[in-house]
């Protein structure tokens, strides 16, 4: 139900009956959930995964799980024929290899760039070393400055990879994809050789 | 100029590392998509019948890839966030902050959070090392979920209905190929033959 209407469209209160029912639901998930103190490691952990693991290592992580899971999935496809699911597989492992490989190096080596040329600006650098420098890097603390850096440098590695996607991505998945799918998928002339022996 | 676009963005995501990872993901798979599905296209080795899955599959990866980017891992992240900022999920230093201002009671309540507190700079610098890495993880967990188990069970179903349509029509077009059906201009006799077999009659 809704409680009251504004005099502009920004004003528009869905409040009431479902506004109360909602916000309701949301206290009771929350309430389902035990409080928790994680403990020293656990505390490390975390610090570390904020300090550390930037859209690079992300980036790394996520193609490695990849590996792990999405061959095997798409080879219990069993919607498709046999040569079909394993083209398939071929062409899964040949896009996560070579994702991986370009995405994780153009993200770090884009961040270490950015690092750089973000330097405090006193005399020994020259200009260029601190054109990403922010500007109240005075005022900036470490972690800040860490993020910052992290930031420009995931920002600057998208715009590179709007070409590398189509310059190293494609064409790498595709030479691996062939590479892998002569090995694995048997070709027309192999059936008919083995079929008369 | 672009030096100054990307200083901007981040410093809107400075203060949130795991939302800027989320909105570069996405992009990043749009990109990734396009550029797959061209490769795929223009790949002489594969059959054209694989092709008629393989791109379906390509394009739906990229669709579910970002739905279900946005609908499980952020909800994932937001969740373990707000856990954060309510107190249900924090660290020893927390904690004793929370108790030493009585605020224990409040752990957990929605309306409670921690950075409006108005001696929330006391703990800021230690409440946001935690806060970061929750995020991080929770973001990197959340992906892990929705791009490598959700995403290719999801983008495996929906590509089969397409693919088994193309299918069939490569099919057809095939064994039109083999067995071409005359077409009723074929049938029709040409005038000269028309006017042979008409004989004497005239017209």
New interface residues.
Partial sequence: MISGVGNNCNNINFGGHFGNFA?KA??SF??L?K????K?G??R???????K?S?AE?RL??GC??L???PF??FH?H??DE??RK??VC??VA?IIA?MTT?FLVRKGTIKLIQACSKYPVEKFPKWRT??T?KNISNM?E??LR??Q???G??????V??FT??LI???L??LL??LF?SKVVKKPQDKEMRGVA | M??KI??K???I???D?GR??LH?GT??WI??C???T???A??D???K??KA??IP?EIFDGLVNIVSFYVLTKSFKDIFL??VS???????SI?KFLQKNNLTNK????DFNIEKLANYSEIE?EY??????????S??IG??IS???VT??LR?KLA?AP??VLREEMDKMDKEKQNPVQSYNSYRSPMASYMNHAGGMKI
């Fill in positions: 916000s949301r206290q929350y309430d959930i409080n928790r103190v994680v020293e656990g505390d952990f975390y610090k570390f995964a904020g300090d693991i859209s992300v992580i996520l799980t990849a792990m899971t999405q999935i798409d496809n919607k498709q040569e079909t083209v398939s062409r899964t896009k994702g995405g054109i990403f922010p603390s972690r800040d993020n910052h992290n930031d420009i995931t920002w600057v590695a998208l715009g990879m709007l996607n189509f991505d494609a064409p998945t595709k994809t062939n799918t | 672009s030096i990307f200083a963005l981040a410093e995501y400075s203060k590392p800027m990872l570069t992009i990043g990109l990734s396009a550029a797959q061209i490769a795929i223009t790949n080795k594969i059959d019948k694989q899955y393989l599959q707000k856990l309510t107190g249900k999920l924090a660290n020893k904690m752990i957990g309540k929605m610098p946001r090392a935690f806060k970061d890495g929750v995020g991080v993880v973001s990197t992906s892990i791009c490598n188990i290719p069970i495996n089969n693919s088994r």
